[in-house]
């Protein structure tokens, strides 16, 4: 079965920085797209950017382009999404998702969520 | 870049009743490219409809999608108390990559 498990919930200051991860397993991790999008308190969802692992074909959603980064590690079938400094309004649920196929998609697998509370 | 409008935001209703949420995109989209997915509270987004029209994996028949162009529907035919959440329509596709709408609240009535 397919699935994706997000790393556990963070507490962070802000100008922190932080590596959030994603790691798939039950499928071939380099040949389906994944994306992180992003939940504030109380609001709806919010598309950051995505990956293809095999080509590191790395898109941004404008408003999050230069202000995260996302990676993914092959060998061990992760990918992640990193701040270099944090700010009080990154406080949020992070999700990764999966495509439903090799190509831009819907997301069919979803990971149970990162909580990341940035706070001084 | 597309923006999508969900309506209405909250939709009060009951158990049984029929429920028609619909989603408005800025500009002419292709169906193959729209999703709608059902949240729970404290609960990771759940695709329901992918293609505008075709079920996800496990998802009852009671849920259907319709629409082409800019005007997209989600129809739950007879609603369960499981049902109630909040839905998210989705356009995925050229630069930006994708959107979603800001959401519909179905609560009980």
């Known amino acids: 079965e397919a699935q994706l498990v997000q790393s556990g919930a963070e507490v962070k200051k802000p100008g922190e920085s932080l590596k959030i991860s994603c790691k798939g397993s039950?499928?071939?991790?380099?040949?389906?797209?994944i994306g992180w999008v992003r939940q504030m308190p109380g609001k709806g969802l919010e598309w950051m950017g995505i990956i293809y692992p095999s080509a590191s074909d790395i898109r941004y959603s404008p408003p999050f382009q230069g202000q995260v980064t996302i990676s993914a590690d092959k060998s061990i079938s992760t990918a992640f999404l990193q701040w270099s400094s944090l700010k009080a309004s990154d406080t949020a649920m992070y999700y990764c998702a999966r495509t439903s196929f090799n190509y831009l998609s819907a997301f069919n697998i979803w990971g149970q969520g990162t909580m990341v509370t940035v706070s001084s | 870049e597309i923006v999508l409008t969900q309506s209405p935001g909250t939709l009060s209703l009951s158990p049984g009743e029929r429920a028609t949420l619909s989603c408005r995109a800025s500009q002419s989209v292709s169906s193959s490219y729209l999703a709608w997915y059902q949240q729970k509270p404290g609960q990771a987004p759940r695709l329901l409809i992918y293609?505008?029209?075709s079920r996800a994996t496990g998802i009852p028949d009671s849920f259907s999608g319709s629409g082409s162009g800019t005007d997209f529907t989600l129809t739950i035919s007879r609603l369960e108390p499981e049902d109630f959440a909040v839905y998210y329509c989705q356009h995925f596709g050229s630069s930006p990559g994708i959107t979603f709408g800001q959401g519909t609240r179905l609560e009980i009535k």
């Open positions: 039950g499928y071939s991790f380099t040949t389906y797209w």
């Open positions: 293609g505008a029209s």
